[in-house]
């Protein structure tokens, strides 16, 4: 007899995002499942567009992190498999049957995660990047896994009770999911990876938002997990290549600021423009309406090039530089009406942006440690090719060369991550002895 499937789903003010999802649960293959929604302390008519939609509602009596939803979705689950989903993700129509055919073929699996899929449902830029980052990890992972994710997750009822399931301590989002994980392979649960088990992500990433969820809720409290539990795993985000970026990210940073302190405004000049020309692509696709804050970063980027260059005499610089960006200016904003039009004309650009980065690199004034910067660079992009060609592959050449900064940018905050919460780990330890010292010291 098949398994019976409980979908849980914890929900904060996503009303719009709860709709689609809803809605796609609806279409699933599987008809034959319980869906729990439990609102943590909306304000908005979260509630009201579940209760629409005829599934259970639950209600937390205050905002509690959805930790404590999940578990008390769980709780009033009648299904024997909890599939753990969050409200701004969408499921395919097979989905939920893929699930039941996970544990109906496999009576020792404890639990399965999934991925988002390759076409993430946001088309700007950081979204696109955010999220397809994700699906690359999730695909280019071990089948059997370490953690669990909510995101997409399912796990044997009995099994998420016998470990009482979600860490409530973690009253936001967080990396709950992770410590769930943790806990059940110390246990020695199975727990699988399935790349196919793939729902699509509908959230829009802004970039403050993006590095705070990156530094805050998953770096400095999962190097706290790590260093609780003694657990280094070479898989997912810390595979030993991810380890080795960040070491040579920092390594480049200091190799800048060396480069800046004896070479001054030529090697400014370099990296402010190579910069100008990997971003070039998000640069062109931002707005005042969408990307406000980009096309003020452009303009300070522009700026201090123009300056630099007078300044420096390579005003020669400039036009090209220029040229670039409107090349592709025009390529993005005026559609053409035919395919071949469209890689004819990428193709020229593509042509102009590689001559205009070698032209730089060529003309500019060289110093030893310039190319120290670009041979450690380039190390560094070699070690993260594939994931760089998986993005060339879905959304073009130019959007890959333009997530190179952002990713350099992420192994460097990782590396941030990882020194405060080591700090924060090793302090509360060092704190946490002292009030021991103090309880089971006699009085005086």
């Known amino acids: 007899m098949a398994v019976t499937i409980s979908v849980v789903i ?23 499942y319980e869906c729990i929604v439990v609102d943590d302390g909306s304000t908005d008519s979260s509630a009201d567009v579940a209760a629409q939609h005829g599934v259970t509602v639950l209600r937390t009596d205050r905002r509690r992190g959805p930790a404590y939803a999940r578990n008390l979705g769980a ?14 993700v969408c499921v395919a129509a097979n989905t939920l049957a893929r699930v039941q055919a996970s544990f109906d073929g496999n009576p020792e699996l404890g639990a399965v995660i999934g991925s988002y899929d390759d076409a993430p ?9 955010k999220n397809l980052m994700h699906c690359y990890v999730h695909h280019s992972s071990r089948r059997e896994a370490c953690t669990f994710w909510s995101g997409c997750g399912a796990i044997r009822k009995s099994i998420f009770l016998e470990h009482s399931g979600f860490d409530e301590s973690y009253d936001h989002p967080a990396i709950e999911d992770i410590e769930l994980g943790y806990r ?10 399935d790349p ?4 699509k992500h509908l959230k829009r990433w802004s970039f403050l938002g993006l590095v705070k969820t990156d530094i805050v809720d998953r770096g400095i409290p999962w190097t706290e997990l790590i260093l609780r539990d ?6 997912l985000n810390l595979q030993l290549s991810q380890r080795v970026s960040t ?63 007078y300044r420096d005499w390579n005003r020669w610089l400039i036009p090209p530089v220029l040229l670039a960006w409107v090349l ?12 071949r039009r469209r890689r004819i004309t990428g193709v020229v650009c593509g042509v102009y942006l590689l001559f205009v980065i070698l032209f730089v690199l060529v003309y500019l004034p060289h110093h030893p440690l310039l190319f120290c910067f670009f041979l450690v660079l380039s190390i560094v992009v070699l070690l993260n090719s594939q994931f760089y060609v998986f993005l060339a592959g879905r959304t073009g050449r130019f959007l890959a060369l333009a997530a190179i900064p952002f990713h350099l940018l992420f192994h460097f905050y990782n590396g941030i991550s990882f020194l405060i919460g080591v700090v924060r780990y090793f302090g509360r330890r060092i704190l946490s002895l002292d009030r021991k010292r103090i309880v089971v010291s006699p009085d005086r």
């Open 230 to 235: 003694r657990n280094f795993p070479n898989d």
């Open 121 to 129: 449902a946001s088309q700007d830029f950081l979204s696109l990047y």
């Open 184 to 193: 059940l392979s110390r246990a020695g649960e199975k727990v699988i990876l």
């Open 10 to 32: 914890p929900v904060f003010n996503s009303e719009r995002y709860l709709r689609q999802c809803l809605g796609h649960l609806r279409r699933s293959t599987l008809a034959d």
């Open 75 to 88: 709780r009033a689950a009648s299904g024997e498999i909890l599939f753990f989903i969050d409200a701004d």
């Open 328 to 339: 592709l200016f025009v390529r993005h904003r005026y559609a053409f009406t035919t395919e």
């Open 196 to 199: 196919n088990l793939i729902v």
């Open 247 to 309: 070491a040579l990210v920092f390594l480049l940073i200091g190799m800048a600021g060396a480069g800046l302190l004896y070479a001054g405004q030529s090697f400014l000049l370099t990296l402010l423009t190579l910069l100008f020309l990997f971003l070039v692509q998000f640069e062109v696709e931002s707005t005042w309406k969408t990307q406000p804050k980009a096309i003020i970063g452009t303009i300070l980027l522009v700026a201090s090039i123009v300056y630099l260059a």
